[in-house]
């Protein structure tokens, strides 16, 4: 009876509709990988995504970086996209930032590092809510640093 009682409970929970467990939308995905999190039909939110703002690149010493703030659609939620255009010796280290504008003031970064990181290399952000003002900041750098990301630094996009 326990064997048959356990199966049946297996087969019934397959049932229940995969789709929505675990969904976010909005300030439920706050701190999530818009590559792994699925919106309420089971979509990655990275897969509803389009380019909101950016998509502009900025040239230095280090290297270009292009700058994205992404949108999810389905997942209603935001993040920062940093990708590597042009490199050289000096590009090492790349970054992302996003932040909500109006209090609290959610904020993630992000950053990889190379030597030198190669072009087409790329890093984002975890999301934010979708459904308040959002900035994304990036950077490129040759030297790394201890502490919060610091928009004010000179890798800022």
Same mark, same amino acid.
């Given at each position: 009876v326990f064997i048959l009682l356990a199966i049946s409970l297996l087969g019934f929970g397959a049932l229940i509709p995969q789709d929505t467990v675990? +969904?976010? @939308?909005?300030?439920?995905?706050? #701190?999530?990988?818009? +590559?792994v999190e699925r919106d309420s039909q089971g979509r990655l939110c990275s897969t509803t995504a389009y380019t909101v703002y950016g998509g502009y690149t900025k040239s230095g010493t280090n290297g270009t970086v292009k &700058?994205?703030?992404? /949108? =999810?659609? #389905?997942?209603?939620?935001n993040w920062s996209r940093a990708s590597?255009? +042009? &490199?050289?010796? &000096?590009?090492?280290?790349? /970054?992302a930032k996003v932040w909500e504008k109006p209090s609290p003031g959610w904020n993630y970064y992000y950053y990889i590092g190379g030597n030198p990181?190669?072009? #087409? =290399? @790329?890093? /984002?952000?975890k999301m934010v809510s979708g459904t308040? +003002?959002?900035?994304?900041?990036? #950077?490129?750098?040759?030297?790394?640093?201890s502490g919060p990301y610091n928009p004010s630094h000179? /890798?800022?996009g």
């Open positions: 675990g +969904a976010c @939308y909005g300030t439920s995905c706050r #701190g999530l990988d818009p +590559a &700058n994205e703030l992404r /949108y =999810s659609t #389905g997942c209603a939620s590597v255009t +042009a &490199n050289n010796s &000096n590009t090492k280290w790349l /970054y990181l190669p072009v #087409g =290399s @790329y890093c /984002y952000t308040v +003002a959002t900035v994304s900041f990036v #950077g490129i750098s040759s030297t790394s640093w000179q /890798y800022e």
